[in-house]
T-cell receptor
Framework: GEDVEQSLFLSVREGDSSVINCTYT??????LYWYKQEPGAGLQLLTY?????DMKQDQRLTVLLNKKDKHLSLRIADTQTGDSAIYFC????????????FGTGTKLQVIP | DAGVTQSPTHLIKTRGQHVTLRCSPI?????VSWYQQVLGQGPQFIFQ???????GRGNFPDRFSARQFPNYSSELNVNALLLGDSALYLC????????????FGPGTRLTVT
């Protein structure tokens, strides 16, 4: 079955790097995502990676995928107070319908 | 361009009542998905509709139903509300049914008392 797990909380100082980790169980996952949710808001797609990739970089964001260990991480360089939010790891499969399975979310607190 | 819009923003209902939530996708998007997000948890998939047909259904009881209209907007209906239905209901749209880029609306906060 599908299951996505994340640690619940991460606290970092402004300017430091943040690393949010995620593990997933479904080996047939094709797309892996990171979403950001700010208080009272919907979900914002930050970045995604295909399962045949190891790494993707997008400005301050770096996604690393270890397919063997089913481990996904999101690194935010030079973390700012505006990065404070809940970050969700998610996965879906190609074909069929577009069901996205989300983790429970990691709350990132950035200390000024 | 307007993003995904949902109405109403907030809603308070009593147990046993019925509720209808509405979603308008981004212009040109043909697929709408619905998710339930209970406080402190990640969103859970309820339905996906593409070109007015149900493409997928999550593990939710038959009290939950949805439909998509010719203009691609969508309604989520929940009958016989339970306290446990209290949640943020999120709508997401995408260009095609099998695409991976979904854009989420701000959600409807439903409180059942």
């Amino acid at each position: 079955g599908e299951d996505v797990e994340q640690s619940l909380f991460l606290s970092v100082r402004e300017g430091d790097s943040s690393v949010i980790n995620c593990t997933y169980t479904d080996s047939s996952s094709t797309y892996l995502y990171w979403y950001k949710q700010e208080p009272g808001a919907g979900l914002q797609l930050l970045t995604y990676i295909f399962s045949n990739m190891d790494m993707k970089q997008d400005q301050r964001l770096t996604v690393l995928l270890n397919k063997k260990d089913k481990h996904l991480s999101l690194r935010i360089a030079d973390t700012q107070t505006g990065d404070s939010a809940i970050y969700f790891c998610a996965e879906s499969m190609a074909g069929g319908y577009q069901k996205v399975t989300f983790g429970t979310g990691t709350k990132l607190q950035v200390i000024p | 361009d307007a993003g995904v819009t949902q109405s109403p923003t907030h809603l308070i209902k009593t147990r046993g009542q019925h509720v209808t939530l509405r979603c308008s996708p981004i212009s040109g998007h043909k697929s709408v998905s619905w998710y339930q997000q209970v406080l402190g948890q990640g969103p859970q998939f309820i339905f996906q509709y593409y070109e007015k047909e149900e493409r997928g259904r999550g593990n939710f009881p038959d009290r939950f139903s949805a439909r998509q209209f010719p203009n691609y907007s969508s309604e989520l209906n929940v009958n016989a509300l339970l306290l446990g239905d209290s949640a943020l209901y999120l709508c997401a749209s995408s260009l095609e049914g099998l695409g991976f880029e979904q854009y989420f609306g701000p959600g409807t906060r439903l409180t059942v008392t």
